[in-house]
């Protein structure tokens, strides 16, 4: 069942890899929603070794919208508040 579930998750982050950026915002906010619950199955059935190997993939993966929402939730200043509304 893992297997089958981590099979879903990968080929549906990569088929919203391929959609416009204005269409990814949503279904990617699920799939890392998603993602630690799957890495922590991972962990559980294979081993730390797996699912440290499970993190990095993820981390590697989702480093710009983690670094977005770390920096959203520290208060720090982020690329959207950055950027001037053109009038």
Known sequence: MLIYAVAIWVFAATIVALLPMRRQFVPGVVLLAAAPFLIA???????????????????????????????????????????????
């Open 41 to 87: 199955w991972v962990g559980w059935v294979y081993g730390w070794v797996a699912g440290l190997l499970a993190l990095a993939g993820f981390v590697s993966m989702f480093r710009n919208p983690l670094r977005y929402f770390y920096k959203k939730f520290r208060g720090q200043e982020t690329q959207d508040q950055k950027t001037e509304v053109p009038k």
